[in-house]
């Protein structure tokens, strides 16, 4: 597993008040997207230590068929179990056919995370193929960008957005208007 971590944390009395991760599979491969991506850890780096966890994605086939396909997301589950079987996590599987909230509605729901006492908060993006059944059971909500279909590296940007957003509104910041 790839792990970036911004280097700055938000801290108050020397101790970090959050983490957030972004459990991911895969490698972004473009430049744009890295860019991107970059620039929105640098922003949330100013409130909660914020890392990009990538794990390998699974190979597969040219044309997949859904047993095999079904097989790629167990393993891509089984190398993300270690960062989402903490105690203290609040996990949100990013899935199309999860929840949609607003980015106010996101923020509170990050909030209300950290007041019940979750030190972390994992974004967890699954492959082009989704996620396996078994990350979307272990999570505390199942959420989802949009009714439309994104690709995976954008979904990345987009949820890098929103946290950096949901934490300027928690922070009184003026990003969001």
Not at 82 to 110: H, W
Request: contains cysteine.
């Amino acid at each position: 597993s790839f792990i970036h971590s911004t280097n700055r944390n938000y801290r108050h009395g020397g101790d970090v008040l959050m983490n957030i991760n972004i459990v991911c599979v895969g490698r972004l491969k473009e430049d744009y997207w890295r860019d991107a991506c970059a620039e929105y850890a640098k922003r949330c780096g100013a409130y909660v230590n914020f890392k990009v966890i990538e794990v390998a994605e699974a190979r597969l086939s040219d044309k997949p068929g859904e047993k095999e396909i079904s097989l790629s997301l167990d393993v891509e589950a089984k190398l993300m179990q270690p960062y989402l079987n903490q105690r203290s996590t609040f996990n949100i599987a990013m899935c199309i056919e999860g929840k949609q909230l607003s980015s106010v509605e996101l923020a509170d729901t990050m909030e209300q995370a950290a007041l019940r006492g979750y030190g972390t908060i994992n974004f967890i993006i699954g492959s082009s193929f989704g996620l396996a059944e078994s990350v979307k059971r272990c999570s505390n909500l199942c959420l989802s960008i949009s009714k439309m279909t994104l690709p995976h590296q954008l979904a990345r940007v987009v949820v890098s957005e929103q946290i950096y957003r949901a934490l300027s509104i928690n922070n009184n910041g003026k990003y969001h208007k």
